[in-house]
């Protein structure tokens, strides 16, 4: 068998995207596939700072001519993302991936619509590009606390024919409230199934509205990560069934339906 | 520079192909990371904690990092020692990997069903008996603390069983010098130091501990010197023990740090977690820094400390 390893990869761009956030193309010399919903994980190349590796969703995956470019979206919140925004372009870094179960678009049946709040927009990003790319439809909601927050919002049009509802709290920009108060309000009779990504209280409301509206949700949970590949047990979230699974080998995305009660 | 350096080492009676385990609770039960690191590559792999039934484990969230290590509180999540011997052990057994099964209990009865449903198992090299988790109410660390209490579980376990015996021990034993000679007294093999040092890490917006449990147990480079003083000291307490020393290894240079300190063998953790290769690294630097050094044989560092 062939042996698995981390591949070294060069820090190719970086666009300034809000306060907070940051979108960066990664440039992986090997071969690196991904599904939407997947994740790496990423750390420096030398030194034990940080010690552990930290898990990001996908948000693309393209061809250059160098290689394969891998988008992340980040939000700095700690020390390293906090590296990753002043690093400088051409640096090396770690990256082990992809990892994980992401959203099952091909067992989606149509039509499933898409959530996404605030920095959790990377894998619903992708989900949209990949369902636009095999001419299945879908609709997109996409909520930030403001303007300000909302993250590559061109992107976003361009992957959804400019089909995307934008939301915003203070009504700065798109409809005004919550992402999961706007698609309730929005709802349509064809939507199947929800694929979502965003803050907890965002995925319990998305979960709630799949189960009085009787469609399955898919949701891609944010769990603390030590190793992303099933021995640390530190990701694991629980089931219906009491059972603790890891979140980076049977999600980050999961449905609703497996889920412990309280989702 | 030496060309070929001799790897192998004894741990008591058993013989391991390198001195490089990987540490139970972060290699899961041996295969998940075949990909990365054979099993059969190692010295050995110490499985993750194993008890007679299923255990779900601690409510989240478990981990944190912290500066130079991180904090766990998992609890001893594990399929139980049952699904462990049909479904996982015939694998490991068929790669030919040297397996040390971690047994837990919380009670004596316990741990004895553990190493009982496995002595009617091949492919065990060796039990390590965690007495030191710091993460569970009943049984662990009860038994690592006090002295008597791990007295009576290893003669009871010894008479159950010819296969090597380790004790794991806990650094927050506050004598770990007479729980390491009960230990030894009452027949075990040899002793691994250590565990996890039982921490607190805290979330200060929030005022609330960073794990769910609000204790764990901190391991990483961090925690490195102290185990290293730990195992010194044991080693020159009882200097003809085995021991085998756990506590940040990251590289193979950290490895012959333990050697020297008085371990035959040392166990790679929290370094898996950062790069699932991590034990086969540490097995090429170790490699590399004895050649270098002109060190032919590994044996030749066990307890090699200059101390003066």
């Not at chain 1, 099952?104 to 709040?117: I, N, T």
């Not at chain 2, 662990?140 to 579980?153: C, N, T």
């Not at chain 2, 290769?277 to 540490?282: Q, S």
Request: charged letters at 20%; glycine letters at 10%; hydrophobic letters at 45%.
């Amino acid at each position: 068998m062939e042996r698995r390893s981390d591949q070294p990869v060069i820090l190719a761009s970086r666009q300034e995207l809000s306060p907070s956030c940051f979108a960066l193309e990664l440039l992986c010399p090997g071969p690196l596939t991904a599904t939407p919903g997947q994740f790496i994980m990423l750390g420096p190349t030398a030194g034990a700072d940080p010690l552990l590796r930290r898990p990001f969703s996908v948000a693309g995956v393209g061809e250059s001519p160098r290689g394969v470019l891998v988008q992340l979206l980040v939000k700095e919140v700690g020390k390293f993302t906090s590296l990753l925004r002043r690093l400088p372009i051409g640096s090396e870094l770690s990256l082990l991936g992809p990892l994980g179960q992401g959203f099952r678009l091909l067992e989606a049946p149509p039509r499933p619509v898409l959530v996404a709040g605030g920095i959790g927009l990377p894998p619903v990003l992708f989900a949209a590009r990949e369902l636009s790319q095999r001419g299945i439809p879908f609709d997109l909601f996409y909520g930030a606390a403001s303007s300000h927050e909302l993250l590559l919002p061109q992107e976003v049009k361009r992957a959804t024919n400019g089909l995307a509802v934008f939301c915003t709290d203070d009504g700065s920009f798109g409809e005004q409230g919550l992402v999961t108060e706007v698609l309730r309000r929005l709802w349509q009779k064809s939507y199947s199934r929800i694929l979502a990504c965003g803050p907890t209280p965002m995925l319990y409301a998305v979960a709630q509205l799949a189960r009085e509206r009787q469609v399955e949700a898919e949701l891609s949970l944010e769990e603390p990560m030590a190793c992303g590949v099933g021995v640390c047990l530190g990701c694991v979230v629980r089931l219906h069934d009491g059972s603790y699974v890891p979140s980076c080998q049977a999600g980050p995305v999961f449905l609703a339906s497996q889920l412990a009660e309280r989702w | 520079m030496v060309t070929v350096v001799q790897l192998a080492t004894q741990v008591g009676s058993l013989t391991l192909r390198n001195p490089v385990l990987a540490a139970s609770g972060t290699f899961g039960y041996g295969l998940e990371l075949v990909d990365f690191c054979p099993p059969e590559a190692l010295g050995g792999v110490v499985t993750k904690g194993l008890s007679p039934r299923p255990r779900a484990g601690n409510p989240t969230p478990r981990i944190v990092e912290t500066p130079a290590g991180m904090i766990n509180s998992i609890g001893l999540q594990n399929i139980g020692v049952e699904a462990f011997c049909t479904q996982v052990l015939p694998a490991l057994r068929q790669r030919g990997a040297t397996v040390v099964v971690n047994v837990f209990g919380e009670t004596e009865e316990e741990y004895a069903t553990v190493v009982e449903r496995l002595e009617r198992e091949d492919g065990v090299a060796a039990y390590e008996l965690n007495v030191s988790c710091p993460n569970v109410g009943k049984g662990g660390m009860e038994f690592g603390h006090d002295p008597s209490s791990l007295d009576l579980l290893v003669r009871m376990l010894r008479r159950l069983t010819r296969r090597p015996l380790w004790v794991k021990l806990s650094p927050n034993a506050p004598h770990l010098l007479a729980v390491a000679e009960a230990a030894l007294a009452a027949g075990a093999d040899a002793l691994t130091l250590v565990n996890t040092f039982r921490a607190l890490a805290i979330d200060a917006k929030k005022r609330r501990p960073a794990v769910a449990t609000g204790f764990g147990g901190l391991s990483g480079p961090a925690i490195k010197p102290l185990a290293l003083r730990l195992v010194w000291e044991v080693h020159r307490a009882f200097p003809q023990a085995p021991l085998v020393g756990i506590g940040g290894v990251l590289t193979g240079e950290d490895a012959v740090e333990f050697l020297l300190a008085g371990a035959c063998a040392v166990q790679v953790g929290t370094a898996t977690f950062r790069n699932p290769a991590a034990c086969l690294e540490v097995v090429q630097q170790l490699q590399a820094f004895c050649q270098r050094e002109g060190v032919e044989d590994v044996r030749e560092l066990i307890g090699g400390l200059r101390w003066r």
